[in-house]
């Protein structure tokens, strides 16, 4: 070990010294620019920091004016020190005067100095400020100076009462104070208002500095090997699966194996840091490099590092994800991703839901919304924007998220929330009563549902049954296999709590965007056009004919539907249909009762099945529209795709025409028909649909009492007539007509 190492050392010991003194606030932080720069040999030491995500503010000098300190205020990316701030780098310049962007501050008196050196201050990408020292004396500081002052400036980020220098009392951080809004995604409709509640909060480090490096090495150490081996778990345990989540954990472990990384850390320990500093220097680098990398894969590795930095934390420190922190009675929970096991783990506990990854058929958007929850994805830098227990309101209909708002946005949204409470009331008093249109139709109108969780909104929403009830949520949320004993009590469960209810279980639709955890998966080009549902269930019929007989046995002769998913041709329905005859018979072998009344039907979510053959309309018992899958292979969009997800309107005047043609061959065949997609939850979607023919819709529980209310009072007869006359014009969408023609019936 060199001589500055020694220093570095010294330095960061006199540092700790300094800070576990009772001195507290201005006092703690003059002292120890004072003894910065005396360790450093620099005539000046300076702090400033952040007192809005714009704004430097000078607050500790040993050197400069004092006169100047909480007067002299910058802008980001002005003179040197906004430099350092701007750029997340360093700045080392023999003579600042004539640097480039230099801006002389008279009332600092930092004229005389020659030689600057500026560091920024910062914790894991956010940015608190930036730590300086100049020197008569001109010239530019060894790299071992510059290490050290970056070092020091770590462990001045670790100091939580900082944000405290920054004007008259402020909080935590300046930066932790604003007000943000972030623009995200929409995942489940609905407006929330509550306090933060992190999935994985944030590792405390509460010790920087090092008190014995030799401890603090082999600390490191142990810790690796840890690591090391919960990585190889986890990859023995991936063995057999997909190439691509090999690959993904392959690098995974090249990450946990850096030998740079592991340097690294090693030096910064070596130079007075205590092991998890040393871990959150490093993640704090790869954080700042995140910020400015836009290769998809380079951020991806990037997360990677992030990732097993934050695992070695938490073996370090032992903090994981319980930190003793109370959760508020009003959680909305913040998280990169989640999955829906967690979520189901919280339950309806939960106001709202941000994420910064997750996309909309994520299953964590599914059990969000079984669950009611407001949820909003892509909330991009929220995780590092939120504390615990701040302030913050979720806008699921807008996709918006307001963290800290201000007494202007909390006015106004709470005036939204107070609205929709209000039609809320409106919808509970129509809740009883049928969806009859001005002209005299009535149309059905029932849930979707998958989990346990969603069955009390059949009471309370109004529906008239369950009109598809996705059974591969209960694979989902699983670590295994479910066994048919334990699926056969499920569905039971489904249907008591059903109470006589019509139930439509769609069997197992799994693959492409749905994947077992513990099934092998497919490395398939194209997952959404690859083997999924029912042509799984076909070529590999053991768990289909598991599940058709745990169904079987849950209805205990009381009437059973099952519909099948994905049917893209005739054949393929009736080896399904099949397979079920066969799981009867045996049924009536084993000597257990059959199914009072059982039907049988299909999902129509592919276009070939909207031209199959007359006898298939004849023999099948009804026919589910499914919006989602049928849109996007209508429109060869991907439905997962946020760049072309909402590129085709359903109200596009030929995939109206093409549902119109559907109505009009199960009208000739006397085929049951609905449609259980998301558009049927859409008000004006479901308005037009059933202007189209359709007399059943299946939609999310909250969605029937908006749909059943705007039903009531539509005259369909006429707003047939203008979705008509649009097409007649030529309209590339009927939308514009049909919301005037709502407008005017208002
Ligand atoms: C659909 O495709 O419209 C549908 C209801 O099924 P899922 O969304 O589960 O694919
Ligand atoms: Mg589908």
């Known amino acids: 070990m060199d001589g500055t190492e020694t220093e570095s050392r010294k330095l960061l010991r006199r540092l700790r010294d300094a800070m576990a003194e009772d001195r507290a606030g201005q006092a703690r932080l003059d002292n120890i620019t004072h003894l910065i720069a005396d360790s450093m040999g620099t005539e000046v030491c300076s702090v400033y920091l952040f007192r809005d995500s714009e704004t430097l ?21 002005e003179g040197l020190v906004g430099r350092v701030a701007k750029t997340g780098s360093v700045v080392n310049a023999a003579d600042a005067p004539s640097a480039k962007g230099f801006r002389y501050m008279p009332e600092t008196g930092e004229e005389i100095y ?46 939580t009462e900082l944000g405290a220098f920054v004007g008259e009392g402020a909080a935590l951080s300046a930066r932790h104070q604003q007000a943000v809004l972030i623009r995200g995604t929409t995942g489940q409709e609905g407006a929330a208002e509550g306090h933060v509640w992190l999935h994985e909060p944030r590792v405390v480090v509460t010790n920087p500095i090092a008190e014995d490096p030799h401890k603090e090495l082999t600390r ?37 194996n850096s030998k740079g990384w592991m340097r690294r850390m090693e030096e910064d320990i070596s130079r007075g840091l205590s092991a998890e500093a040393a871990v959150e220097k490093e993640q704090s680098a790869a954080r700042s490099r995140l910020s400015q990398v836009t290769d998809a894969y380079l951020r991806d590795r990037l997360h990677d590092l992030d ?34 096991a967690e979520l189901l783990d919280y339950g309806r506990s939960l106001k709202g839901i941000v994420l910064e990854e997750g996309s909309v058929g994520s299953h964590a958007a599914i059990v969000a919304r079984a669950l009611a929850i407001p949820l909003v994805i892509h909330a991009g830098g929220l995780v590092t924007e939120a504390l615990n227990g701040d302030h913050i309101m979720v806008d699921g209909d807008q996709g918006i998220v307001h963290l800290r708002p201000d007494d202007t946005v909390v006015a106004a949204f709470r005036d939204k929330i107070a609205m929709q409470a209000k039609a809320q009331e409106r919808y509970a008093s129509i809740r009883d009563k049928p969806a009859t249109t001005k002209c005299g139709k009535t149309i059905s109108l029932h849930m979707n549902a998958g989990l346990m969780a969603d069955l009390p909104s059949l009471e309370g ?13 209960q694979f989902l949320v699983r670590n295994q296999m479910p066994k048919r004993s334990e699926l056969s009590a499920l569905y039971a469960k489904v249907l008591d709590a059903a109470g006589g209810k019509r139930v439509v279980f769609r069997t197992l639709d799994i693959g492409s965007d749905k994947v077992l955890p513990y099934m092998k998966p497919n490395d398939e080009p194209n997952p959404a056009l690859g ?11 053991g768990v289909m004919r598991m599940q058709l007989q745990a169904l079987l046995r849950a209805a205990n002769g009381r009437p059973l539907t099952i519909m099948f998913p994905f049917v893209a041709q005739y054949e ?42 007359d006898k298939f309309y004849e023999e099948v018992d009804f026919l589910s529209i499914g919006g989602n899958d049928l849109k996007q292979f209508f429109f060869a969009a991907d439905r997962e795709n946020e760049r072309v997800r909402r590129r085709y309107d359903t109200l596009n005047v030929s995939f109206l025409t093409f549902l119109g043609n559907i109505v009009k061959r199960c009208d000739a065949s006397g085929t049951a028909l609905s449609f259980c997609g998301e558009d049927a939850g859409r008000p004006v979607e479901a308005v037009c649909l059933a202007a189209m023919g359709m007399r059943t ?13 705007i039903l009531r009072s539509i005259d369909l007869d006429g707003l047939r007539r203008v979705i008509e006359d649009a097409g007649l014009r030529g309209d590339q969408s009927v939308r514009p007509a049909v919301l005037d023609y709502l407008r005017k019936q208002s």
Not at 461 to 473: C, D, H, K, W
């Open 57 to 77: 503010e000078l607050c500790a000098t040993e050197g400069l004016k004092p006169e100047a300190v909480h007067e002299t205020r910058m802008k980001m990316g």
């Open 114 to 159: 020659s030689s600057f050196l500026g560091v920024p201050i910062q914790r894991l990408g956010e940015k608190l400020g930036v730590l300086v020292v100049q020197s008569k004396q001109a010239r530019e500081f060894s790299a071992d100076e510059v290490y050290a002052l970056e070092v020091v400036a770590m462990v001045l980020a670790e100091m």
């Open 220 to 256: 490191l150490h142990e810790a690796v090997d840890t690591l090391r081996i919960s990585v190889d778990q986890m990859l023995a345990g991936a063995s057999g699966g997909d190439a691509e989540q090999t690959q993904v954990l392959e690098a995974y472990r090249m990450f946990a």
């Open 307 to 340: 990732d097993l930095s934050n695992r070695l934390l938490r073996i370090l420190t032992g903090q994981g994800r319980d930190t003793g922190a109370e959760m508020p009675s009003d959680p909305i929970l913040i998280a990169r991703n989640i999955g829906p």
């Open 461 to 473: 929403s109004g529906a008239e049954g369950v009109g598809l009830f996705r059974t591969e949520l």
């Open 531 to 541: 083997w999924r549902a029912i042509r799984v269930g076909l070529d590999k019929p």
């Open 572 to 613: 393929e329905y009736t080896a399904a249909k099949a397979e079920m005859q066969k799981a009867i018979e045996r049924e009536r072998i084993l000597g257990h009762p059959l199914p009072e009344k059982l039907e049988i039907g299909a999902m129509l979510e592919t276009p070939s099945l909207a031209f199959a053959p």
């Open 697 to 709: 819709l299946s939609m999310r529980p909250a969605s029937i009492g908006p749909v059943k209310n």
